[in-house]
């Protein structure tokens, strides 16, 4: 009998990305193929529902599946930039990022700088969507939707300041994986409902150089796309982490600007309530004024809202 837990449900609206996986379906305890490997489905049995209601795939088939469904999505994704859909865009980008971060140290990062591509092209023309995107919001504000916010308001950033698209892309790209390393900080100091306690902090100070790490190392993204991940939580003053510097690559000071600005503006915890956007970038004037970011790039940033 074949074990439940070499198993892994698939969603129904996926089923038709799936081509070189096998599809199963259970019975009787055991799991029997019901697509083969290097097929797909037929739109007329997925239209009619004729197949099994829940499948699955084989746990060795994980990776293979995530880059089939990556693929998927970002075909989805260059559809949907056309007809103008911006809310569809938006959610098919998260259910990508979402099973990107489910395996980032098997590659599946490199499905993303395609992502960005789709998204700098398609907006470029046409840049206040982008400014809507950040905007959109879903029910389960998540490292994710955050990551995805971010990403939208730096390439606004990009648009605004008119920079070259290989510019715009490699900064996007960074933004989109600036927290990556968050999947490896357990899930309860993530989501904690209160303050964390110095420990749990101590830990949390780690997710930039694993980001960096699972950026530049396990997924083979040149080192200046992981600089953002590295150094998006140091500050101009020497009073950030995870080195303490002074001297911060742009990337670095514009994410951290970004990515402040998108945490309290969206979100929400039981202890905090999220502001708006003008509250918030009141807040973050102070912190220029201490000398904690850089008040040009700030100053852009707040006109690129505009
Ligand atoms: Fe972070
Ligand atoms: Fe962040």
Redesign the pocket.
């Known amino acids: 009998m074949l074990q439940e837990k070499n198993y892994i449900a698939i969603r129904n609206s996926q089923i038709n990305y799936y081509k070189n996986v096998g599809l199963y379906y259970a019975e009787n305890g055991s799991f029997v193929l019901y697509k083969p490997p290097g097929k797909l489905m037929t739109d007329l049995r997925l239209e009619e529902e004729r197949h099994p209601p829940e499948l699955y795939i084989h746990q060795q088939d994980r990776i293979v599946a995530i880059k089939e469904l990556q693929a998927g999505f970002n075909r989805h994704i260059s559809r949907s930039i056309k007809t103008g859909n911006v809310v569809a865009v938006k959610s098919t980008l998260c259910h990508l990022v979402e099973e990107t971060l489910t395996e980032p140290r098997s590659g599946t990062l490199q499905a993303l700088p395609e992502t960005v591509d789709t998204l700098v092209s398609g907006y470029s023309k046409n840049p206040e969507i982008i400014k809507t995107f950040a905007s959109i919001s879903f029910k389960d504000y998540s490292?994710v939707i955050?990551?995805v916010n971010?990403m939208a308001l730096t390439l606004g950033f990009c648009f605004y300041s008119k920079m070259s698209f290989y510019e715009t892309k490699r900064l996007g790209l960074s933004a989109l994986l600036?927290?990556v390393g968050?999947t490896e900080i357990p899930e309860k100091i993530l989501r904690a409902p209160r303050k964390l306690t110095r420990k749990e902090f101590n830990i949390m100070k780690r997710h930039p150089k694993l980001g960096e790490y699972i950026i530049r190392v396990k997924s083979g993204i040149d080192g200046g796309i992981a600089r953002g991940a590295l150094e998006?939580h140091e500050k101009l003053d020497g009073s950030g982490y995870p080195q303490g510097i002074q001297h911060i690559s742009f990337v670095g000071q514009l994410?951290g600007i970004i990515?402040c600005y998108?945490?309290l503006t969206n979100e929400e915890r039981p202890y905090r309530r999220a502001k708006s956007p003008l509250d918030t970038l009141k807040l973050l004037k102070t912190d220029v004024e201490a000398g904690k970011f850089d008040r040009k790039i700030f100053e852009k940033f707040c006109y690129s809202l505009v």
Do not use: I, Q
């Open positions: 490292t955050h990551s971010v600036h927290d968050k998006h994410l990515d998108e945490a």
